[in-house]
Each structure stands twice: as C-alpha cells, then as structure tokens.
C-alpha cells in the first residue's frame, strides 16, 4: 500500500485547507483511515479516523467540530478537511491505512504511511 498526501499549505488562522490522501491497492475499502500530525519537537499525535465504509469517524478534542475526515472509495482516497485553522494547527500531516480495518488512535495500529503534507497557520 502506498500512500500519498497532498494539499498542505501556508494559511492565515481562520482559514481553511483540505488534505488530500491517495491510495494504492484495490482493497482500499477494507481498510481503515487515519491522519496523525507531527508538529516541530513533539510527538506524531492522532487526529482523526474513519472505518472502512465512512460511515464511523472520531476526533482527537483538538479537532472536533473543526475538522471533518471523509472517503471516497471508488478515488481510493481520504481528505480531510480542517476548518478554523489555528497556528497550533501547523504540522507535517500524515495519512495512515489500518489493514484490520478497526481505526484506532494509536500510531502502531496503522500499518503504512504516506510521507507527510506541511500545514502552516499564520496569525
């Protein structure tokens, strides 16, 4: 499974972004999706999930009601869209597939990851 993200960028605080995650593989659906986001000298943390079919999804509380995870099956791809950006937001975004397709919040129950999208939030 490769995994690769896009749409990182530079935005002022309030604005919005959308990443973007494509995947390899034709088993995509099976799988479960997570972001996790590693900022300057700390630990990669857990944003958000979604199970196999879209229909559960979970936030960390730093996140939740400003951020929304979503996939499209048939693009093989997961987004996420972040809303009310903050400064506390800028990090190096990674997408992460979870082949047991139970999506947790722990970074060793995923087994692939993409090579990170830089987010930037600027006051």
């Known amino acids: 499974v490769q995994l690769v993200e896009s749409g990182g960028g530079l935005v002022q605080a309030g604005g919005s972004l959308r990443l973007s995650c494509a995947a390899s593989?034709?088993?995509?659906?099976?799988?479960?999706m997570g972001w996790f986001r590693q900022a300057p000298g700390k630990e990669r943390e857990f944003v958000a999930t979604?199970?196999?079919?879209?229909?559960?999804?979970y936030y960390a509380d730093s996140v939740k009601g400003r951020f929304t995870i979503s996939r499209d099956n048939a693009k093989n791809t997961v987004y996420l869209q972040m809303n009310s950006l903050k400064p506390g937001d800028t990090a190096v975004y990674y997408c992460?597939?979870?082949?047991?397709?139970?999506?947790?919040?722990?970074?060793?129950?995923?087994?692939?990851w993409g090579q990170g999208t830089q987010v930037t939030v600027f006051s």
């Open positions: 992460a597939a979870d082949l047991s397709s139970r999506g947790g919040t722990k970074r060793y129950e995923y087994d692939y």
């Open positions: 593989g034709r088993t995509f659906s099976s799988y479960a």
């Open positions: 979604i199970n196999w079919s879209g229909s559960n999804t």
